[in-house]
């Protein structure tokens, strides 16, 4: 009986805890349901973050931090790594950063579509390799990274050359304005320069709609506005200096500069020695007029004694 009573009483006071932790755990558990909060609300946490984007065309925009982090209300509240979200890549700028397919580049006419940076930088050699934040800060849309951290082995390459030392930049020539906008043009991401005169940056099919994986020589070196008086055959030709190759570096300059000069002593010297040469030969015709003047006069003076005295 008393074992019997003792086993109820465990149920009855078992069964309230049970009870109590059910309610308390549904009680505190959060809704799932997550806000908005407002740019206001993470500034009060992350002025460095806060601080770079209210600065940024961005902000300008309306492209708040939720729009990448996702709602943050619960986040706010508690902060932890787990309620917010990062991603980092290049499809998390999509929404606004690209047109149409990613695997392909929309284009008209000659150019390509405006606002095309993901579809361009997903064709590029740097696709798998990088990501739109690997040279932008996210949040000021500073470029942090440039082409020579990445790259020293080129920068030693172009260093010296003749168009480094007129202020001309990676980017110059590997990021062209060959992107259409309504208001201007951009920077194209495609990065790669396809080297054959016959390239084109849009396919000659479907009305120029489509636009290949790589710039051209024309847009790097001619339109870019730097040898618009020159044509794609010079530039098919000269391209390598860019990388030193047939580099105007600055000691093959000093060594052209030698040549010139000595070449120009050495037609110089020519000239003189013709000069010299002519005077020579003039006096050859003197001496040799001369000499038949004496023999002349000794002819007519020998004439004289034979036909006068005999
Ligand atoms: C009350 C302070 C606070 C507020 C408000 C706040 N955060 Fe945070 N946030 C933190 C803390 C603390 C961490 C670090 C969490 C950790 O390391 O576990 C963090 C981390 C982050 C991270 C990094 C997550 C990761 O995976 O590394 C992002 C992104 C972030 N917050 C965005 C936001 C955004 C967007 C807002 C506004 C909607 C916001 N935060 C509001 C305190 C806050
Ligand atoms: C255009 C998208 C975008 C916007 C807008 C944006 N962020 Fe970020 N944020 C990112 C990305 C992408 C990263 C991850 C960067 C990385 O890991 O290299 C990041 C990282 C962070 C981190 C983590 C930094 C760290 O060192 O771990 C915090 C905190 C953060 N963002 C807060 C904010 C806040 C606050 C705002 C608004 C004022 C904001 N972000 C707006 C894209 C954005
Ligand atoms: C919700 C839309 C949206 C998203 C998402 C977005 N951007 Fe933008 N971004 C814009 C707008 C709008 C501009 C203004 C320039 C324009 O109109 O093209 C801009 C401009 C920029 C600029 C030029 C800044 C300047 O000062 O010239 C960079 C760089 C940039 N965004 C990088 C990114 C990166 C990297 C991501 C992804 C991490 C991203 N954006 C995500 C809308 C967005
Ligand atoms: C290899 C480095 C690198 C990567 C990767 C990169 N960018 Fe850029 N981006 C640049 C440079 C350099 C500029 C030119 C900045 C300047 O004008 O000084 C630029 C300019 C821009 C501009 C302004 C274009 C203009 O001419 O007005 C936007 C928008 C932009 N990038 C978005 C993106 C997006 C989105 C991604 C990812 C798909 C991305 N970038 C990937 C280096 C990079
Ligand atoms: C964060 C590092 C990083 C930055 C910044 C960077 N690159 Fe790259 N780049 C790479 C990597 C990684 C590859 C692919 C590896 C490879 O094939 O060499 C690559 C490949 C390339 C290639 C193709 C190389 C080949 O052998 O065909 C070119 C061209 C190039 N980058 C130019 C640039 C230019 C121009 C800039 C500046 C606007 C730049 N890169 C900025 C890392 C970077
Ligand atoms: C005057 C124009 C010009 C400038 C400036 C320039 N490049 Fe290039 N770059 C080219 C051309 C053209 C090619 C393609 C030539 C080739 O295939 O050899 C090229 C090729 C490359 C390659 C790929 C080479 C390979 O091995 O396939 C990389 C990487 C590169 N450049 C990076 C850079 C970096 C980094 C800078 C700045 C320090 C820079 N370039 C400055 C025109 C330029």
Redesign the pocket.
Known sequence: MASGRLRGLLTVVLSTILIIILFSAASYSEPDERKTVGFSVCKICHSGEFNSWSLSLHKDKGVECEICHGPGSLHSKKPSKTNIAINVS?KS??P???TGDLDSIPAEGNMLKG?I??N???A?P?AGK???????DPHS?K?V???ST?HEGKEEQFKGTEMEEAGVK??DCH?P?A?K?NEG???S?L?DINTDPNARLTYFVDDRKVGSGYLTLEWSCLTSGCHNNKNIKWASELYGVAHGAKGLTRDIKEKMGEIENLSNQLSEANSKIKVLQEEVERTDVQRLLLGGLIVLTALLVSIYYFVVRS
């Open positions: 290049s700028c999509s606004c950063h690209s606002r940076q993901v361009e930088f997903l590029s740097h990088l990501t739109c934040v690997s040279c932008h849309q470029v990274k440039s082409c990445c990676c980017i990021m304005e992107v906008l043009s951009e920077k991401h990065i």
